[in-house]
């Protein structure tokens, strides 16, 4: 049998990773500049993590995860998310002691949900997120969300769109969850049988319902909006005042909601608006959340944080047809004319690899036209051809490629000469 990759999973090849580590190195720079981070968590946890922080009335507790027992017995799940791993070690490490508050992370890797294949859609999938946990500053709020949105302007990822909604504190929500309840229960045999174990565990989640989304009473559902108390409502003014004085627009959609019960006050998404690309489709999510902290054994504090699909980002770069700018190439392809330059091309090439500068010969024997040839399939900058004659005179001809021209260089001239072409690439 050939062995292939598991459904639902992707191999990243040499080709594709330039990309990968231009978004990479874009994220971690802004998160930098905004004074967050990173933190590596394990990938495998304590199932019980996943269903005390994010939910077992959640889809990705019910349905969608990893979880196996280890030879000890114990029950493991690999991450499907990562707020809940970054809130444990918040604890655990006891940050809530820190003097710097609120502790601001950031965290990229791969993460596994059992679903369905499909476009944007994996069983492994990597995400970006970020986490900033003790202030409930809505400024904080702002920054999360403007953090994510300077990410996708700085990929050039123009056509994109922030929705954002409040799903209020403790008070609002229990006066909208008895309303939701209200407004449900006399049909609720039309809905799935999700939604129908959801109408007294959780309400809110029938909005968020993939099977019963066009049902006519999701879209006739109390809107939460109308349930904020006043602290509720003058906090969400204060996040919007926030964004407007930093200039991203937003649209208020109250049926966005998270269905965990730690999740109050802000919540967002940003959508790819790229034609061809589902109808719309979410590239980040996050929220603000309370109680998780504590859930965990810690003390109160509040939260916020988004989580990123690197995968669907890279699928709306494609559509939007962004250009990522071209790591270095190689410098220089040092050219063995005859046997007896063997060792003379393999010290070159150490020394120029130890200068920094990108270095390639021939290993599969080749004849010197062949190695030209490919020297220009690697699309050197540079070659250098090296025999007899050389090795005697102690100059080189070095060839730029792009111009045809040729120099006679020593070896320090060899050396300088590329270095300066590295530093211009820069
Ligand atoms: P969806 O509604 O698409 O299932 P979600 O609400 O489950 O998304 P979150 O848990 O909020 O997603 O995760 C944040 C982001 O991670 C999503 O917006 C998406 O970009 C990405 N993501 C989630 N699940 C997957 C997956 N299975 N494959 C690829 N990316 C994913
Ligand atoms: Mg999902």
Known sequence: MEIQLPRGTRDILPNEIETWHFLENKFRSICETYRYSEIRTPIFEHTELFERGVGDSTD????????FQDKKGRSLTLRPEGTAPVVRSFVEHKMFGDVKQPVKLYYNGPMFRY???QGGRQRQFTQMGIEAIGSDDPSIDAEVISLAMNFFRSIGLENISLIINSLGDKESRLK????????????????????????????????????????????????????????????FAKVKGFLDVIGISYTVDPTLVRGLDYYNHTTFEIMSDEEGFGAKTTLCGGGRYHGLVQEFDGPDTPGIGFGMGVERVLLALEKAQVKIPAAKGLSCYVISAQEEADEKVVQLVNMLRDHGISAEKDYQKRKLKAQLKDADRKQAKYTVIIGEDEIRTGEYSLKNMATGEQFLVTETELITTLEEQAEGDE
């Open 115 to 117: 679903e369905r294949p």
């Open 60 to 67: 990705i507790v019910t349905k969608e995860m990893y979880t």
């Open 176 to 235: 909208h969850r008895e309303a939701l309840i209200a407004h449900f229960e006399p049909q609720i045999d039309e809905f799935c049988s999700d939604c129908q174990a959801r109408l007294y565990k959780n309400p809110l989640r029938i909005l968020d319902c993939k099977t019963d989304h066009e049902h006519p009473l999701v879209k006739s559902a109390p809107s939460i909006l109308d349930f904020l108390n006043e602290e509720s409502k003058e906090y």
